[in-house]
């Protein structure tokens, strides 16, 4: 397909060269699925004034051979394409459907959420996996107990393939496995996404019913690459009521949405909504503001999924490496109403 979409785009040239964008060596990666082709093109000059043309040129040309696909073209400028290198198979085909779990800034339990989401869909009779995306803070390690794993690598089929941890059921992959906690702070952006690409493609996740990958704050070539590389069904965002967090929400929902994305946003899920004294079981204390992120949804046309309170057991379980989920009924009900909310989305909508 690489090869089919290379020939394909020879056609484009570049106006200022005279030479082809395959042969100018503009395009730096291409990743292509059944209905998902992605081609990212990097510019030598810093604003390159064919840029855009070049760039309507390519999205045209892919949309009249691949129809039914969705198509993304990404532009970036400045500095030389990287030396290709082959591209290995992926052990992503026997996933169903892939999760994106975002947020719009740290700090509003977004790994806790993907842990104990993890936990419900598991409760609910399905096959689940974790991938551990967010590269300059890996938390699931932590969450399910497995800080000590040491990942082996073992020959299938002529190729190497990395074994997952697995807790609870749950297969699990990070790049915490692989690096001290503070070296992935010094990483640059290739270095992390050439990593991500390993993760994805070579962990041999087997059969999956759902797998959530766990992003990173924000938005960056992080999730181009998780985009690119990964056909995902669907994203939630977490968010906590304070007004500053749900500001930060817009970010990521207009990113799933972009035309050249087109990733449905399942919904919102409100977490850390409002504090119950164990004395107290009928009081409760909106710490962080009221209802900010169901205000956000209603106002958006995004579907609101659920809140998750603060609750004693699930900051004592992300600390243990046991998901409250597992061990507290209340928490399990939460979760488990979101989750349901999810798979009706992803399933049953045929997404």
């Given at each position: ?190 270095m992390a996404v050439n990593a991500l690409k390993q993760m994805i ?151």
């Amino acid at each position: 397909m690489e090869n089919e979409i290379k020939r394909l785009l020879a056609a484009v040239v570049h106006p200022e060269t005279g030479r082809d964008i395959v042969s100018d060596g503009l395009i730096e990666h291409i990743a292509s699925a059944a209905d998902k082709t992605t081609v990212v093109l990097r510019f030598a000059k810093a604003r390159d004034p064919f840029a855009g043309k070049i760039r309507k040129q390519v999205e045209t040309l892919l949309q009249e051979r691949f129809p039914q696909s969705q198509i993304l073209v990404v532009v970036k400028e400045g500095g030389q394409p990287p030396r290709p290198e082959p591209k290995d198979s992926t052990t992503t085909g026997a996933i169903a459907h892939v999760i994106a779990i975002a947020s719009g800034k740290g700090g509003v339990g977004k790994s806790t959420v993907t842990a104990n989401l993890a936990i419900a869909l598991r409760n609910m009779g399905f096959r689940v996996g974790v991938l551990d995306a967010d590269i300059y803070g890996p938390s699931q390690p932590k969450m399910f107990g497995v800080e000590g794993y040491l990942p082996d690598a073992v020959q299938e089929e002529g190729a190497d393939r990395i074994v997952p941890a697995e807790s609870m059921d749950i297969k699990l992959m990070s790049i915490g496995f692989f690096i001290k906690p503070t070296d992935a702070l010094l990483w640059r952006g290739a270095m992390a996404v050439n990593a991500l690409k390993q993760m994805i493609h070579q962990t041999r996740w087997g059969t999956l019913d759902f797998l959530l990958a766990d992003l990173p704050p924000g938005t960056g070539d992080i999730h181009l690459s998780i985009i690119g590389e990964l056909k995902i069904n669907t994203a939630v965002i977490v968010s906590t009521p304070q007004q500053i967090a749900v500001a930060d929400v817009v970010r990521g929902v207009e990113m799933f949405r972009n035309p050249n994305v087109g990733i449905p946003v399942a919904g919102i899920v409100e977490n850390m909504a409002w504090f119950t004294p164990q004395e107290l079981p009928d009081s409760r204390y909106y710490l962080f503001g009221k209802g900010g992120a169901r205000k956000f949804a209603a106002e958006n046309g995004i579907d609101f999924l659920g809140e998750i309170p603060i609750v004693q057991s699930i900051m004592e379980g992300s600390d243990e490496g046991r998901p409250a989920v597992g061990i507290d009924a209340r928490v399990e009900k939460w979760y488990r109403d979101i989750a349901g909310k999810i798979v009706e989305k992803t399933v049953k909508n045929g997404r």
